[in-house]
């Protein structure tokens, strides 16, 4: 069954520095996400992505962030400058062509990202 | 916009009990609904959905939920629990087929199983 993938599952990184997470979406699928789950808190969206270009955007993707579809493959999150309130667990999420299309986001396990 | 609440961010049920999680929403188009599931150190994993068919929807491991138009509800429901059910629950909210908007979740329920 097809799945998305994530890497790395868990990366260490100190404050100030540059992160990329990565993300293989499946692979007929047209739209990309990215979401973020602080420990114990909710599910929030950070970003969607469709046709090589941002949708939408939450409040909390700020100039800090940045997403890329470098190939036609891989779907990455980039945070130029680490804080430590950005320490969570981030999810790809992607979702396939309209026709076929309910709605229903297929999720990675996740990309747990701590903050020393 | 788009939103879902869900009523109570802990639930406990005795093994063998019915379990109910409450979720309402509120939407400015008819919803699409989805129940997602997260085990402890784990993503997220979908449980059933609900996509303007049937309203009573089934899903997995004996979970199923009732779109109700009038209540603006998707209360999630399983007849019998079991230990493996412990897990945190999500409602989530999209917008119909062709739209790139995204997904938006509930704050969750975290389902306590007792013996």
């Known amino acids: 069954e097809p799945e998305v993938t994530q890497t790395p599952s868990h990366q260490v990184t100190q404050m100030g520095q540059e992160v990329i997470l990565r993300c293989v979406p499946i692979?007929?699928?047209?739209?990309f996400y990215w979401y973020r789950q602080i420990l114990g808190q909710k599910v929030e969206f950070l970003v969607s992505f469709y046709n090589n270009e941002i949708s939408e955007k939450s409040e909390i993707f700020d100039d800090q962030f940045s997403v890329e579809r470098p190939d036609g493959s891989n779907f990455t999150l980039k945070i130029r400058s680490t804080k430590l309130e950005d320490s969570a667990m981030y999810f790809c999420a992607s979702k396939g062509q309209p026709v076929a299309n309910t709605g229903e986001l297929f999720f990675g396990e996740g990309s747990r990202l701590t903050v020393l | 916009a788009q939103s879902v609440t869900q009523l109570g961010s802990h639930v406990s049920v005795s093994e063998g009990a019915l379990v109910l999680l409450r979720c309402n929403y509120s939407s400015s188009v008819p919803p699409y609904l989805f129940w997602y599931v997260q085990y402890p150190n784990q993503g997220l994993q979908l449980l059933l959905k609900?996509?303007?068919?049937?309203?009573l929807v089934k899903g997995i491991n004996g979970f199923e939920a009732e779109f109700k138009k009038s209540e603006t509800s998707f209360h999630l429901t399983k007849p019998s629990a079991h230990m493996s059910d412990a897990a945190e629950y999500f409602c989530a909210v999209s917008f119909p087929s062709g739209s790139a908007r995204q997904l938006t979740f509930g704050s969750g329920t975290q389902l306590t199983v007792l013996p």
């Open positions: 692979s007929n699928h047209l739209y």
């Open positions: 609900y996509t303007s068919a049937a309203t």
